[in-house]
Nanobody, 125 residues
């Protein structure tokens, strides 16, 4: 399973940016897709998640500014980021949680979690 991210880059404070992710591979099911971020010297933190039932969850720091969308059945997730602030600067990672590949399903293996390689988002004047 591979998570391919796109988007990211440099934007001025107050600007907008979208990052997108597509999961590639012989996937049977994904329970949750989402975005995490890690700023220099800080731990990785959850930004937003999207469940296979359409439910969403946001970090308090991004509520009202970021919007997650996508479809776990289609293996895609995007994060629209508005009103960006310098403190949003970080490497953003796509995640796919509780993933069953076709082989996992056939052979009754456990689910696994996967991560993208990360994409840099920099908010600066």
């Amino acid at each position: 399973v591979r998570l391919v991210e796109s988007g990211g880059g440099l934007v001025q404070p107050g600007g907008s940016l979208t990052v997108s992710c597509a999961a590639d591979g012989s996937i049977f099911s994904i329970e949750t897709m989402g975005w995490y971020r890690q700023a220099p010297g800080k731990q990785r933190e959850m930004v937003a998640t999207l469940g296979n039932d359409g439910s969403t969850n946001y970090a308090d720091s991004v509520k009202g500014r970021f919007t997650i969308s996508g479809d776990t059945a289609k293996r895609t997730v995007s994060l629209q980021m508005d009103s960006l602030r310098p403190e949003d600067t970080a490497v953003y990672y796509c995640s796919a949680a509780r993933v069953l590949t076709n082989q996992d399903y056939i052979y009754n293996h456990d689910e696994n979690d996967y991560w993208g390689q990360g994409t840099q988002v920099t908010v600066s004047a």
